[in-house]
């Protein structure tokens, strides 16, 4: 069970129960102011013990949804011993003889009353608990889909937060790359420029070179073969 006062109300059930259940079978054993005592007992221990079903139903509305369905189907089947009591005791009560057909009528239509409204109220605590159970079954899957939702929600929330991050890496590394290529360029641009001057030096440099030699052949020859 899930609390005390759910078990406590249990045993006190079970103990009228045991009590009520003798009463039918005693019932044509009995006779006159015997029989209307039993009578009155019945229906005295009858309405404790639909107190008691009631303060079960009561328990069940605020126990934990994983223990209802077993409650409510021993509920069911408490309500459903005890209408039968109730039916087996207007059975007994209506054998008797006609000197007691007026009590015994009294009873049978008290006992069909009754039997009528703990039907009733039976059909209408079992729709109700059924309505409970269905709706903190669809409070509870709510709840769930909202934190799902929420859940959903904050993972989208750091991937796009994500790829935002990666977008502006990615921007920096495309302008990287455009200024990486930018200084290729120019470097490529500076290293023929730094080719075309070397060969025009050197172009420079052997016309000189061959000037100085025609120089120094012509002053040789000046000097020392003519005369």
Not at 102 to 131: A, D, F, K, M, P
Not at 198 to 207: C, I, P
């Amino acid at each position: 069970m899930s609390s005390e006062e759910f078990e406590k109300l249990h045993e006190i059930y079970k103990s009228l129960y045991d009590e009520l259940k003798l009463m039918p079978e005693k019932a044509p054993k009995c006779h006159g102011e015997e029989r209307k005592r039993l009578v009155r007992t019945f229906d005295e221990k009858n309405g404790e013990a639909e107190e008691v079903l009631q303060g079960m139903e009561e328990e069940l509305r605020v126990a934990p949804a994983s223990y209802r369905n077993a409650m409510s189907t021993n509920l069911r089947l408490y309500h459903r011993d005890l209408g039968k009591l109730q039916r087996d005791m207007k059975s007994f009560a209506s054998g008797f003889g006609s000197s007691s057909h007026t009590v015994q009528g009294s009873h049978h239509g008290i006992y069909s009353t009754q039997n009528q409204e703990s039907t009733h109220l039976q059909s209408q605590r079992t729709l109700l608990l059924q309505g409970t159970d269905s709706l903190n079954n669809a409070s509870q899957s709510i709840e769930r889909s909202h934190r799902i939702a929420a859940e959903t929600e904050h993972i989208g929330s750091d991937i796009i937060e994500e790829l935002g991050e990666q977008r502006e890496q990615l921007d920096r590394t495309k302008n990287r790359l455009v200024n990486t290529g930018e200084n290729l360029s120019r470097s490529r641009k500076i290293l023929r420029a730094m080719s075309r001057r070397l060969v025009t030096n050197k172009l420079l440099l052997g016309v000189i070179i061959i000037m100085e030699l025609a120089i120094l052949g012509a002053v040789v020859y000046l000097k020392f073969f003519r005369k």
